[in-house]
């Protein structure tokens, strides 16, 4: 039987040796006299030194300034932090500065069309276009431009334009509900938003014209509007005195490369705004910087995927997730991103493993909910394509189970780097992740980030080994948000991060970091089971739960009542032709009991027909808890924030009629 930390896949000496990791770790002995035994000595000297790792991560990387920064960090507080101060430069520059000639920058597929190329030289030419007609539009720095786009190479190029003239970028996918844009959007009050019609998914088209129509009569500051025909190539219907079509922009007139130039903005002017998931209450606005980004994704791209020029990534995501900022971002390291707009499953379910072998993508970026899928659906993806090209999995969205590595080392590739990482929107990045140049353990993720000082703290703020807090961030990173947008005081950004720790950050993570600096991040803190003083991560739980073959899904909450009293019902989502009977019942309640302890037994067990997802992949247990506590379900979840709004309706029907338990006992 599989037990966490057993050893999965240790790196040959040939890939270690080629390693980006290595080769930069070589070039700190020669250009900087620095010797490293180990990772963990590199780290520790990354955090030890901030202005040192900063500056050699400029200088290996080459990263452009038509200014020259006074130092690298000149105020080390969080937040507050101001680094390179001075410096001036551009991050759509510094994605450009790949082009050339006869070379592939972009590949992109969709369920309507097959797979395609865009080069270098056409996404060139395209975003300086574009840029100028924004330009004439009167688009200036600091302006907001949004896009209620697909992951398509047009969104990449909207995403390049608007930045290289230094107006700040944002995006929703097309299958986000009209009041999840709204609730996104009119805190910005954009002056320019590009749409599409709609979008087609697992086979069937979605016209999303009337949300469009209604997004744009309540976005009041929109001075122009430019939309895509996407589900349908030939309509020109427009509903907005001042919108323009695409191919208009782009093709009349054709815009002289004399007209053009990069934007050169301080290092910390805003680049884009992501939004956090908005389930449990407005979203907030998280605004990043040009310099954070652009050093941020350097490193992580390369020390920590380790990519070569031309190398093929991809990453499932939409483009209302931060990881399609991080798939886009790949052009920076002149690595081709693969954009696919669809279903994951269709028409087959190992379509995504199929393109691997079309594209000759090096690096799979997925979530352990898509790798469950396919274990339940008894998908072998070897089976079906050669994998040839294939080197790296890489898994993010949610704690990753020792049985979901394994299962990729089983049915994918034997020789395959399993990269498990975790971070999130705040960041636009990792904290923890993968290091081509270590073993793999089963469960465990290799190592803390380079440049992160990652902890895990006690209750009474103290680091702690080997035991589960809360992950917290001690110096400060350059890619952390310059702001939230519109937030006076910096007061909802002190709330969401400083509240419990002055001057460090804590992320809402539980956390366990072991001996030997492998990381497990354990779900969200502030989705705690205490039960008699000791608090469970629901991981555990779930992690036990997907062993059992009966299972499909589950959710667990834990209830604070009156008078120190608790209940902790349990929530299944049943594989087809199985009910929640004794026998199943009986042997949930031994499993959790033999495998972790009789605290993690829930007091009670419902069958559901779906689990709750917010739109990014992950589980809701913060809103689920709170409607069952008797908070207004609107207050409670933003249903337009929900991958599968109906999930919550057995949730509210619950608790209306509950004698489970009872808030006044």
């Not at 009474?460 to 350059?478: D, F, H, N, S, Y």
Request: include cysteine; glycine fraction near 8%; charged fraction near 20%.
């Amino acid at each position: 039987m599989l037990n966490e930390g057993d050893l999965l896949w240790t790196p040959s000496q040939e890939r270690v040796a080629k390693a980006k990791l290595t080769a930069f770790t070589r070039w700190l002995g020669a250009e900087r006299g620095k010797s490293f035994a180990t990772y963990q000595d590199l780290w520790q000297w990354s955090v030890d030194d901030l202005e040192g790792f900063w500056q050699a991560i400029w200088d290996y990387f080459k990263v452009q300034s038509s200014a020259p920064h006074e130092r690298v960090l000149a105020d080390a507080r969080m937040p507050g932090a101001r680094w390179f101060p001075g410096a001036r430069l551009n991050y759509a520059q510094h994605a450009l500065r790949h082009e050339r000639p006869n070379a592939t920058a972009l590949l992109y597929l969709n369920e309507r069309t097959t797979l395609a190329s865009m080069s270098w030289e056409e996404l060139g030419a395209k975003v300086r276009i574009l840029a100028t007609q924004l330009r004439r539009l009167n688009v200036k720095p600091g302006d907001r431009v949004v896009a209620y786009m697909p992951n398509i190479p047009e969104t990449v190029i909207a995403m390049l334009a608007t930045t290289s003239i230094g107006a700040i970028w944002t995006s929703c996918g097309p299958d986000f509900g009209t009041r999840g844009v709204l609730d996104r959007f009119t805190q910005l009050a954009p002056k320019v938003m590009f749409y599409v019609d709609g979008y087609q998914y697992g086979g069937k088209p979605f016209n999303r014209k009337e949300e469009v129509h209604k997004i744009i009569d309540q976005l009041g500051s929109l001075e122009r509007v430019i939309y895509l025909p996407y589900l349908n190539r030939d309509d020109k219907q427009t509903f907005h005195e001042h919108t323009v079509l695409w191919d208009d922009l782009l093709n009349n007139p054709k815009v002289p490369a004399s007209e053009f130039h990069f934007e050169q903005v301080p290092f910390d002017h805003p680049l884009w705004i992501l939004f956090s998931s908005g389930t449990t209450g407005l979203p907030k606005p998280i605004c990043h910087g040009h310099g954070g980004i652009i050093l941020e994704q350097l490193k992580h791209m390369q020390l920590n995927y380790d990519v070569n020029d031309g190398d093929r990534l991809f990453f499932f995501t939409t483009t209302g997730w931060m990881m399609w900022n991080f798939l886009v971002s790949s052009l920076l390291s002149d690595v081709v991103p693969v954009l696919y707009d669809g279903n994951p499953a269709w028409p087959t379910p190992d379509v995504l493993w199929k393109m691997v072998d079309d594209t000759g993508t090096k690096v799979f970026g997925t979530s352990p909910t898509y790798i469950s899928g396919l274990e339940k659906g008894a998908i072998v993806p070897k089976n079906g394509a050669g994998l040839a090209s294939l080197e790296t999995v890489a898994l993010a969205g949610s704690p990753v189970t020792p049985e979901c590595m394994e299962w990729i080392y089983n049915n994918v590739k034997k020789d395959l780097w399993v990269a498990s990482g975790s971070g999130g929107t705040d960041i636009c990045t990792g904290f923890v992740m993968g290091a081509p140049t270590m073993p793999v353990y089963a469960g465990e993720i290799q190592s803390r980030a380079l440049g992160c000082a990652i902890y895990a703290f006690n209750e009474r703020g103290a680091k702690i080994v080997g035991q589960v807090g809360e992950l917290v961030v001690t110096k400060p990173m350059p890619s952390m948000p310059v702001c939230f947008w519109n937030d006076v005081d910096n007061k909802r950004y002190l709330d969401a991060y400083f509240g419990d720790y002055p001057g460090i950050w804590r992320h809402g993570d539980f956390f366990k970091l072991n001996e030997r600096g492998g990381c497990f991040v354990l779900g969200r803190s502030d989705a705690t089971l205490n039960r008699h003083g000791i608090r469970i991560g629901t991981a555990e739980i779930y992690r036990s739960l997907a062993t059992l073959p009966e299972i499909d899904d589950s959710l667990i909450v834990n209830l604070d009542l009156p008078h120190g009293k608790f209940f902790m019902p349990l929530f299944v989502k049943l594989k087809e032709g199985f009910k929640l009977d004794e026998p199943i019942t009986e042997k949930i309640r031994a499993t959790l009991r033999r495998e972790y302890s009789p605290r993690h037994v829930p007091d009670k067990m419902y069958q559901v027909d779906a689990i709750p997802f917010t739109l990014t992949g992950k589980k809701m247990e913060v809103p689920v808890r709170k409607i069952l506590m008797g908070l207004a379900p609107e207050k409670a979840a933003n249903r337009d924030a929900v991958a599968n709004p109906h999930a919550l309706d057995y949730f509210i029907a619950y608790t209306k009629n509950q004698t489970d338990y009872s808030l006044t006992a």
